[in-house]
């Protein structure tokens, strides 16, 4: 990557390939009265144009089974029609597909499109959704429904010496990676049959194409390509890769598409929007007794695939680190005229950690108890393990069984120095100056889908390839697995290729999402090496004409242990076991293992995020001073990947808490289509993130005992962030969503000085 040798989905060509451009819906909510595409069928260079009808026996790109349908047998109608036929229920839904020789002439006939609509009332809030009469599905605007609880929880809420509540608002973001949305699909010569670059998690993927154009699985060749970002938001099967297949196989000719950035932002899979209405009982020492939550989760027109896996994740984890003896949620997944959201890094973590956060900071202004005070007192301790409380995420039951959350966030806190960040930060307000501190205390919940695949096989050569089912998304994946097969095999990292979504070579994987790569990815590689070690060693036996027994395994050989000492390298056993003398023998030639590594058990990795913040009252600008955040890793497996992790997520934590919306008209039109309006955190101005990492609790589900490390440093920004203005402006201001732009803490700085004009002349006319 570094020396620009990478191979992303621009650099793939065909030969006599067409060029894919698709036209969108311009409404948000609509009837379509006709389509007539005959200009643009007449156009230079055009070889085809699909509409919606002509792929109607297609229906809707199916959701992965995850056992949703079982919980929701009718969650499938709310699937995406791969080009909408009837009606359309986003801007920047696919309505037509035009297919030419070039992508000018592409672009060109597509103008041609005329597209009449009849424009329906837009439903856009999710609370508003919820109970609306405008119905976007038949079945209505409320796919599912999650409640999860446990504890008498009323009878706790009516006891209770001091209940709080508020509303709590998180926006609509996404991962807008560097690499946009894109494929290429060649048709096999003389079989029907579709090779695929592009497409992320190369193995579920290919199980939901194969379903939705109703091919074989096996006719259908995921191909390796390198991914400019992910997130999370380019992973599954998106409409243009089925009408780009469709086209491919009726024409015989491969099809590329690349989206350009409007069509990105309208058009990628969103993320966030929640609405929370959250409260919590405390005890007067500020104990939390209880905690309560109802959520309106936005999801778009459509569900993409998986869903409505994040409304599940964030039913279950708004506790977090907590200990909480009675806990209900209830999370409404809802469907509005906005683009269908999907997972982006930590989804529903982020969310859940802002509000419940800043419920607690409510509780600690309201009862007088100090911020960092009320989070010691109630996190968990190892004590409190294993932490059942008998509710289930992703149809797994919750189980923290390793860490103590409490000496974590103390050896945080005297790592960051935080007491001092908060004296210098009421000097500086004492001098005039709006400087505040903030935090959030995080749980992340990782390593989430049963299973990942591997294969390790050593060549004659010395060379040792890992093939793994997982994808590579800009992670580090290849660095950590050919780390651990080093260390199995003793040999040098470098003598050790990783290869990734190619279907043909390795037939069976997941992907990579959830901090799953490292656990998951890593466990079925350790595995498939220990195998080659397992079969070096009885090939060796039969090679040096000894008892299994008698070897032993050292340095990357297999060694007699008794007198005269012979060995053998694992290459030489590779060449020495050809297909002659391993087919005479009755085995396998060469040494080349699978493996398949099954996870039981999620792990959850906890931290806490620090932050000093200074405001411009004048303007609504910003400065992050210092930030700090931090993580119980359990083990690490490479520490400068899990730094850059760390520090990207805390980045991106900071663009959700400052910075990136997708915002709407009333009319359902987006008003973010650029860079000029999302904006996002650049290098120059983004603060240094001081890392703090403990391996204080290893978890007993992995054989490394290593956590997910891949989204911690951003679940607690948006909290942090937010108290961290609260502590700057005073004056009982609150920040209750998220991300807090400019013009809000222009409008926040107004309404506090507001409120100290007013205390100040309450105090002139009664100074008692």
Known sequence: MVRGQGAFIGNVDASNQLWMRVVRSTVAHATIESVDVRDAERMPGVALVLTGEDLLPFGKIPLRSVGYQRMFPDIEDYGHPVLAANNVLYVGQPVVAVFADDPYRAEDAAEKVLVEYAECPPVLD??????????????????????????????????????????????????????MRGCLVQPVRGHDELEFWGVVHAHNSRRVLAAVLQMPLSSIHMRPTDFGGNFGVRGGVFPEYVAAAVAARRLRRPVKWLEDRLEHMVSISHAREQVHRIEGAFDAEGRLLGLRDEIWHNHGAYMRQSEPLISDITAGMVAGPYRVPAYSATVHAVMTNKTPLSAYRAPGRFEVTFARERLLDVAAQELGVDPIDMRVLNVLTKTDLPWEPGLDIVFEGFRFDSGDVRNHVEKALAAADFEAWRTEAAELRAAGRLVGTGMGVLMDKAGLGLYETSVVDVDPSGRVRVLTGASSVGQGIETVLSQIVADELCNNPEEIDVLHGDTDQIHDGVGSWSSRSTVLAG???????????????????????????????????????????????????????????????????????????????????????????????????????????????????????????????????????????????????PLTTSFMDYLLPDAPGSPEVDVFVTEDAPTPDNPFGAKGMGEVGLIAMGAAVAGAIDDALGNGVRVTQVPVHPEDIYDLAATARGRGLTDRRSQERDPM
């Not at 699978?594 to 004048?618: K, W």
Request: glycine share 10%; charged share 25%; net charge negative.
């Open 523 to 669: 466990g079925a590689a350790r595995d498939a090496a220990q195998g080659v070690i397992k079969k070096a060693l009885r090939v060796g036996a039969s090679l040096l004409n000894v008892r299994v027994e008698e070897l032993r395994f050292d340095a990357g050989r297999v060694i007699t242990v008794a007198e005269p000492v012979r060995s053998l390298g694992l290459p030489e056993i590779a060449r020495l076991w050809d297909a002659p003398t391993a087919r005479r023998a009755g085995d396998e030639p060469g040494l080349s293992v699978s493996g398949v590594y099954r996870d039981e058990h999620m792990n959850y990795p906890y931290g806490i995020t620090c932050v000093q913040l200074e405001i411009d009252a004048t303007t609504g600008g910003h400065e992050i001073r210092h930030l700090f955040t931090s993580a119980e890793a359990g083990r690490v497996i490479n520490p400068m990947t899990t730094r850059g992790q760390i520090i990207g997520a805390a980045i991106q934590g900071v663009g959700g808490a400052l910075f990136e919306e997708f915002q709407y008209d009333a009319a359902g039109q």
């Open 126 to 179: 999710p609370v508003e959704a919820a109970e609306s009469a405008v119905l976007l599905h038949p079945l209505g605007n409320v796919p599912a429904t999650f409640v999860k609880e446990y504890g008498d929880v009323e009878r706790v809420f009516e006891e209770a010496p001091h209940i709080f509540r508020s509303e709590f608002r998180i926006g609509r973001q996404s991962g807008v990676p560097m690499e």
